[in-house]
């Protein structure tokens, strides 16, 4: 499985040497992971999409963590944005943006998906890259860390100004009334970033099992967490602490 590949590796990227070991409570140890700038697992709910993402606070992640994401997870590496940011930053949902006959935003796990534009920084060569890849999460929380401080300092035009689309990072809007509304991983690692007071962007990226090529497993991607002393937390936890 994909989370194999490198389990006998020294260090995940970032590793929390400021957290209590000790932690046994799920959510604390996962906001004190995502205090530090850490991944977390988050499993949303079996009866939902059932799967296991690796989520970052956005503000955090670097090159090291882009890898880390694409080689220990697989899955579509985004970044969420608050529903106030999305607004800010004018950001349709991407099935209002695309007029064609394939659009159908309609998923089995959910009332419609969480995708907006998929953009690269202007700063960036192709955006594909984990130096690109980076640089745009990066750049995204820091636009959502300025609307958040102050809801006129940043608009469309300066979005436009920064950003281009289409890109290789998919940007994700969260639901207005957050976990009340939605409690998809988009609500769930906005949910945590908001909980430690960090800019309102977290970046989530789906667990596969290569063996397979379907969600890895809860059990196996708690043991994974387990072996890289990532913490692990149930979406029904998080939502019951934070909501």
């Keep these: 499985m994909r989370a194999d590949v490198d389990a006998d590796a020294e260090a995940t990227p970032g590793a929390r040497e400021s957290v209590d070991a000790e932690t046994t409570d799920p959510v604390e140890r996962a906001l ?3 205090r530090a700038g850490d991944p977390v697992c988050v499993h949303d709910f ?3 999409e059932g799967e296991t993402d690796i989520v970052y606070p956005a503000g ?3 090159e090291a963590a882009v890898a880390h994401m694409r080689n220990d997870a697989g899955g579509l590496i985004c970044v969420a944005v608050s529903d106030a940011v999305g607004d800010a930053f004018d950001l349709p949902f991407l099935a209002d943006a695309i007029d064609h006959p394939a659009v159908d935003d309609d998923p089995d796990y959910d009332d419609r998906s969480s995708f907006s534009l998929p953009v690269n920084h202007r700063e960036t060569f192709t955006g594909i890259t984990d130096a690109d890849r980076a640089k745009t999460i990066v750049e995204v929380a820091n636009a959502a860390g300025r609307v958040r401080d102050d809801p006129t300092a940043y608009g469309p035009d300066d979005f436009a100004a920064e950003f281009r689309a289409p890109g290789h990072v998919h940007v994700l809007r969260g639901d207005h009334d ?3 509304g939605r409690t998809g991983h988009t609500e769930l690692g906005l ?4 909980a430690v007071g960090t ?7 789906e ?7 379907d969600a890895l497993a809860p059990a196996d991607a708690a ?3 387990a072996r890289r002393d990532i913490p692990y937390v149930e979406g029904a936890t998080l939502v019951e602490a934070l909501k």
């Design 32 to 34: 004190d992971a995502f």
């Design 46 to 48: 079996a009866d939902r």
């Design 60 to 62: 955090a992640v670097d």
């Design 178 to 180: 957050g976990l009340a």
């Design 191 to 194: 949910a945590m970033a908001e």
């Design 199 to 205: 800019a309102p962007a977290a970046v989530v990226c």
């Design 207 to 213: 667990m596969l099992d290569d063996e397979t090529g």
């Design 223 to 225: 043991a994974y967490a």
